[in-house]
């Protein structure tokens, strides 16, 4: 017996254990996953081995909704790579032609990802991809259009939790969602083992200005992985405290 | 006062945040335009705008990420925003483009084409003369090694290999398709000796040209080598010579961190007759110096430094020469 869908978002939705997003570019796959059409919209599989975001959104103990952006969001991509998780957000914040008036900036730094991410923007309005260092916020600045209402960061490099909260303090704005993917292997050896090293990215987000929501374990379906949710306070920023005198 | 810009627009901003002055961008907005304004701003130069603005007021601060959190910036219309998005695309696949200016890459390229062409010539070289062997019972496969692959791709028999190679027909004769299999196979191991010929050479061209230093002192192969394990030759330029000396003998240090004694040398380091006809106990010595003066090497090829001459290497061989001799014997056990 076929499971009833559950709304996650206005372009995601929970089968059971598999996760579809609403596809923003009819008949085509980005990573030749499974579509399928149902009562003439087109769903494309979002598979959660392949991408962290998902993984999260599955094995949350909170409101899977909460770690998704809003239609029409701006969306802060850090370490894009190829795209797939990418190309699920947006369907999510744009739509079909962008008819929601999104932006995913998408920003990785090796050409030959970029090369895939600038062919899935040509199909994508609203998905800008910038081939740039995803640590400097100086790269980045030029091409988003406002404070994002969501920023996720899936960088393999030494010093993430601190890059993240680095970015997330000019980037996203108060109130906003942030997502950290971090990977236990990129961090130095010197930190010692996995669990020691999640536990120092943990400490470096609780003595940041970010208010941490959740710690998501996504093993089994993401090894040496955890997910962080994270939230921007309303009053830790500057210019929204000048605005409310 | 402050200067806060984006690509279309620069402000000058006071401490009470009122608008003192501003320019837009008015000249024609196109696609190219854009993208060259955006490439500017992304290597950390102002607008054009911007730059006017602080001529105008020498003593605001321009800052690059304010209009970011300006709560008063004027939002992108949707024609800006569409502009803006192609723009971006048609950056990053500019951007693609240009990665073939970097040598670095070209150089991974190479040397990574000229490691699995080696392995493989190896397999199938190895392959050819044994199958060929099998049934040339009284060819030399030692002797006569490096000429069997291009006798039997070039005969149309086992009889006109055989022939070829100076031996008597074979006993047995292998069936027609068999045959055939075995000439394409022998034609394919010289083919793949010439590609990998050729690779070489063009490694050995680049990296002469992009590392003259290390490529005396280590050869261009190994040269080539060590910068594509180090992710480019800047990343190797700054690596303590501890490091280098190690690059490429990834195992043995993940074992080291488990708690197995530090690797002496990499296969790269270790493939120097410097080092691999050495005796045992002074190749770490080698390894350890040879190290030091190649990532010396590196930082001269990188740095824009005077690269060394043949009389430098020739010293640096000498020293080697010099610890080798002071140490004749191996350490006593303990």
């Known amino acids: 017996m076929p499971r009833k869908p559950l709304k996650l978002a206005w372009g995601v939705r929970r089968e059971g254990r598999s996760l579809w997003t609403r596809n923003a570019v009819r008949g085509v796959s980005v990573r030749g996953e499974r579509r399928k059409t149902d009562s003439r919209i087109e769903w494309r599989a979002w598979d959660p081995t392949r991408s962290k975001v998902a993984a999260a959104l599955l094995r949350t103990t909170g409101d899977p909704s909460k770690l998704l952006p809003q239609t029409g969001a701006t969306v802060l991509y850090l370490g894009a790579s190829y795209g797939s998780t990418c190309s699920h957000i947006h369907d999510q914040t744009c739509g079909a032609q962008n008819h929601h008036g999104g932006q995913v900036v998408a920003v990785e730094i090796s050409p030959r990802a970029v090369r895939d991410l600038s062919e899935l923007a040509s199909l994508r309005p609203g998905l800008v991809p910038v081939l740039g260092d995803a640590r400097q916020a100086s790269q980045v600045a030029p091409y988003i259009r406002s404070q994002a209402d969501w920023l996720h960061q899936d960088l393999s490099i030494a010093d993430q939790a601190e890059t993240f909260v680095r970015m997330a303090g000019e980037f996203l704005r108060p109130g906003g969602a942030g997502l950290l993917s971090l990977k236990a292997a990129s961090e130095r050896s010197s930190d010692g083992d996995d669990a020691s090293r999640f536990a120092k990215a943990e400490r470096i987000l609780q003595d940041s200005d970010l208010e941490l929501l959740e710690r998501i374990e996504i093993s089994q379906l993401e090894e040496q992985h955890v997910v962080f949710h994270v939230r921007k306070t309303d009053h830790s920023a500057q210019f929204t405290q000048t605005n409310a005198e | ?334």
């Open chain 2, 1 to 334: 006062m402050r200067i806060h810009y984006d690509w279309r627009l620069a402000r000058v901003i006071d401490s009470e945040a009122a608008v003192v002055d501003e320019i837009a961008w008015s000249s024609k907005r196109s696609l190219g335009a854009l993208a060259d304004r955006l490439h500017d701003l992304q290597s950390g130069r102002m607008s054009p705008e911007a730059r006017a603005l602080s001529e105008r007021f020498p003593e605001a601060v321009a800052d690059a990420m304010g209009a970011m959190s300006d709560p008063d910036w004027p939002e992108l219309d949707e024609d800006e925003q569409k502009l803006l998005s192609e723009a971006s695309t048609r950056l990053a696949k500019r951007g693609v483009a240009d990665a073939a200016g970097d040598f670095d890459r070209r150089l991974d390229m190479l040397s990574s084409a000229t490691t699995e062409l080696r392995a493989s010539w190896t397999t199938n070289e190895a392959r050819c003369v044994e199958w060929a062997g099998l049934f040339l019972a009284e060819v030399d496969l030692d002797g006569q090694r490096r000429v069997i692959p291009a006798a039997v791709a070039g005969a149309d028999s086992m009889d006109s290999a055989a022939t070829a190679l100076g031996v008597s027909a074979p006993k047995h004769q292998p069936g027609e398709t068999e045959w055939i299999a075995l000439n394409a196979h022998a034609s394919g191991v010289v083919a793949l000796g010439e590609r990998l010929r050729s690779t070489e050479e063009a490694t050995r061209e680049l990296a002469r040209q992009y590392v003259p230093t290390l490529s005396l002192l280590l050869g261009p192969l190994g040269a080539a080598r060590l910068v594509v394990l180090a992710g480019g030759r800047e990343r190797l330029a700054r690596m303590p010579s501890g490091s280098l000396q190690v690059l490429g003998a990834s195992g043995a240090m993940a074992a080291h961190r488990r708690g197995a004694p530090p690797p002496k040398h990499s296969p790269v380091l270790f493939s120097l007759p410097q080092v691999s006809r050495s005796p045992r106990w002074v190749r770490g010595k080698i390894a350890r110096f040879l190290a030091g003066k190649a990532s010396i090497a590196v930082r001269m090829d990188h740095f824009d430094g005077e690269p060394w001459d043949e009389e430098r290497i020739a010293e640096i061989n000498q020293e080697c020469e010099n610890i080798r001799a002071r140490f004749p014997k191996p350490p006593k056990r303990r």
